[in-house]
């Protein structure tokens, strides 16, 4: 009642959303300290509930820049040090409230001396000094802009910052370096539009346009936008996009067939097939004897590229009319599993609704021609094609969902706590050596013996 709720908010029981930093009407207890709410906190990230907007962005900000930095530097020390920042960054994310007092964190795991000197710092002064003098060292900021280009790593940045390279102007003035590649020399010519975070309506209206493909080779094919979309981001580096096909086998060819099509219609501008390298051996674990797995990621067939996309595709984000709170409400409780957020955007987002597969949409219309660089219809965009077997696909789907840091955590986590081995393909018992199939998302976590989470609760 209003009676309740003013008393509720003058005690400050409730929190109205305005105070929360878009985490709506959380009922806090008001006299508890954050130690008390936050000492049953779980060690591990997939244990954890981690939305995407939340209390410390603050603290969050400056740790992910030190994360940064250390990824950068590309050494197994560094490693672990940006591991260190990301880990506390996670655990910040989380808390209930905005932590005012370091005092506050005193209990928390994975905040280490040097994080709370950190904190300590941006509590008593509003930033973190170590932070900003990072944002502002001239390899830091060389580092985040030649990283920035498609098929450039930290060690090709930073050979190109000690030869006096700075800017993307250098690069492409400076015509032996990146020229080699194509990939890179690709990413440069396209840098301004692939620097351009792809929208929400563009990674629908791509799978809509993939979907109107899929439907007249067999409507059977299932397709599901994954990554930080699934995860409730607005936007985006890439669109991840993981097909597969109800009967075991019948997905391969497709990421071909799809090609070949995409590709007569004038749609492709760069791309690189890769073959699955899937064996049994991959599936408890094992990498291939000599095939080292180039990605790091997983087995599958995929296609890495980068695509044309009508930019009337970025207009249809101003007719999404749910405001960020509506839509993370709308999120949580639909968990862009395709059927149930489909009343979010009818017409787009019921690509994994078996019965809904065969209804037959209306192509978005093929680019136009292209009248150079700043006067063409149509934005350069990354996307990624994954497929997978029916059998390995909610495992597929959980790895490709993200975020890079909670697989990172489930993995660990299956590992040390249950002697299993996880990855996109599939759930291996290494004591009792066997694979455990799952037929849902929900079952990949009742596999692992964890509470299931949704796509938007899994952004650490
Ligand atoms: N992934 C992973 N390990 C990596 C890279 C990716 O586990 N080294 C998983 C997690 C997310 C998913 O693949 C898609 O990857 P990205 O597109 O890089 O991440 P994203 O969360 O979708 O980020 P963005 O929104 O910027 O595309
Ligand atoms: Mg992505």
């Not at 071909?256 to 099509?261: I, P, V």
């Not at 009818?346 to 700043?374: A, F, I, L, Q």
């Not at 975020?403 to 660990?412: A, I, T």
Request: net charge neutral; with cysteine.
């Amino acid at each position: 009642t209003t009676e309740w709720l003013s008393e509720c908010l003058k005690s400050g029981k409730i929190v109205p959303v305005e105070k929360q930093h878009y985490i709506p009407w959380t009922v806090i207890p008001a006299k508890t300290t954050v130690n008390e709410r936050t000492e049953n906190i779980p060690i591990y990230e997939c244990q954890r509930e981690t939305p995407l907007q939340h209390h410390n962005e603050h603290i969050t900000h400056a740790l992910e820049i030190l994360a940064k930095e250390a990824d950068f530097r590309n050494d197994d020390i560094n490693y672990s040090r940006a591991l260190a920042f990301r880990r506390a960054a996670c655990v910040f994310k989380c808390l209930p409230s905005r932590v005012e007092g370091v005092q506050e964190i005193q209990s928390l795991h994975n905040i280490g001396s040097h994080v709370k000197r950190i904190v300590e710092d941006i509590l008593d002064n509003g930033y973190s000094s170590e932070a900003e003098k990072t944002e502002n060292n001239d390899w830091f900021k060389t580092m985040m802009t030649f990283t920035g280009v498609f098929g450039v790593g930290p060690a090709i940045a930073d050979k190109w910052y000690r030869l006096g390279l700075r800017t993307i102007e250098d690069l492409k003035i400076e015509q032996t370096l990146p020229n080699k590649d194509e990939r890179i020399s690709t990413g440069l010519t396209f840098h301004d539009d692939l620097t351009l975070p792809v929208l929400r309506s563009e990674a629908e209206a791509l799978a809509d346009l993939i979907r109107c493909e899929l439907d007249t080779i067999d409507p059977q094919y299932q397709l599901v936008v994954t990554g930080g979309f699934r995860r409730g981001k607005d936007c985006g580096h890439d669109v991840d996009i993981l097909l597969t096909h109800p009967v075991e086998g019948k997905e391969k060819g497709i990421l071909e067939d799809l090609l070949h099509r995409l590709d007569r219609q004038g749609r492709l501008i760069y791309g690189k097939r890769e073959q699955s390298t899937w064996n049994d051996g991959v599936l408890q674990g094992e990498n291939i004897k000599g095939q080292y797995l180039k990605s790091t990621l997983d087995h599958f067939e995929k296609w890495i590229g980068i695509m044309k996309l009508d930019k009337k595709c970025r207009q249809c984000c101003l007719n999404y009319g749910l405001n960020s709170n509506e839509k993370q409400q709308e999120l949580l409780h639909s968990s862009l599993d395709m059927k149930k957020v489909s009343h979010l955007r009818p017409d787009t987002m019921s690509h994994m609704d078996p019965k809904n597969n065969s209804t037959k949409r209306k192509c978005p219309s093929s680019s136009s021609e292209d009248r150079g660089t700043n006067d063409r219809t149509w934005y350069a965009r990354r996307v990624d094609l994954i497929v997978t077997p029916t059998s390995q696909f909610y495992y597929a789907l959980v790895g490709w969902t993200g975020s890079k840091h909670f697989n990172r955590s489930l993995r660990l986590y299956a590992q040390k706590e249950l002697h299993m081995k996880l990855t996109s393909h599939a759930l291996y018992d290494t004591t009792k050596k066997h694979l455990i199939p799952a037929n849902s998302e929900q079952e990949v976590f009742k596999n692992l013996h964890l509470r299931y989470l949704e796509p938007v609760e899994r952004n650490c």
